[in-house]
């Protein structure tokens, strides 16, 4: 089947710096792929769509300048949280939308002291 | 829009008993469904979906869900849980006509007792 990978699988930053997260649809294109958040014994939410060659469509509430969206190729979606403070911590997910279905990736924990 | 509900945050339930994960949506819009399963610090698996066709549909490992239109449910059940099964599972809408968003519901924890 489909996989998709994230990488790092977990990352732990200091207040203030940023971080990448890298999304990778790794045996198919992936035109489109999304981001999701999941604290802590909650649901997943999406925060925006990436489309490959144009800018991403975020949901509302989603700051679009804290979180920087980069879908460069078919196969490679970034995520960066810049200035990260720890309400951030978080679980981020990204899916990769396939054929009748999405595929996901095993998600980034991300905890910023 | 879509909106979907899963009523029971945890359900407890012995071993080789069976079990059924209830999940209700909402939309103005025909649907897929899916039911994700998320083991403890892991990503999201698909564990089954219905698309069109046959309104019950079946996973390898043993689970089945009925979609039922009438009712806006799509209940997930499986006869017999084991140990293994115990995890978050999510049940999922997205619209037929576009495929983009996907909504998922709040989750129900299942925790299967020996």
């Known amino acids: 089947g489909a996989v998709v990978s994230q990488h790092p699988s977990w990352v732990i930053c200091k207040s203030g710096t940023s971080v990448k997260i890298e999304c990778r649809s790794l045996d198919f294109q992936a035109t489109t792929m999304f981001w999701y958040r999941q604290f802590p014994k909650q649901s997943l939410m999406l925060m925006a769509t990436?489309?490959?060659?144009?800018?991403?469509?975020?949901e509302q509430g989603v700051e679009k300048d804290k979180f920087l969206i980069n879908h460069a190729s078919l196969t490679l979606s970034t995520l960066t949280v810049t200035s990260a403070h720890p309400e951030d911590s978080s679980f981020y997910i990204c899916?990769?939308?396939?054929?009748?279905?999405?595929?996901f990736g095993p998600g980034t924990r991300l905890t910023v002291l | 829009a879509q909106s979907v509900t899963q009523l029971d945050s945890q359900v407890p339930v012995f071993e080789e008993a069976p079990v059924e994960l209830r999940c209700n949506y909402s939309s103005s819009v025909s649907v897929y469904l899916f039911w994700y399963v998320q083991y403890p610090n892991q990503g999201l698996q698909l564990l089954l979906k219905y698309l069109s066709g046959s309104t019950l549909v079946e996973s390898i490992n043993g689970f089945e869900a009925e979609f039922n239109k009438s009712q806006t449910s799509f209940h997930l059940r499986k006869p017999s849980v084991h140990i293994s099964d115990t995890a978050e599972y999510f049940c999922a809408v997205t619209d037929s006509g576009g495929y983009q968003k996907v909504t998922f519901g709040t989750g129900t924890k299942l925790q299967v007792i020996p």
């Open positions: 990436s489309n490959e060659g144009s800018k991403a469509t975020y």
């Open positions: 899916s990769a939308r396939g054929v009748g279905t999405q595929y």
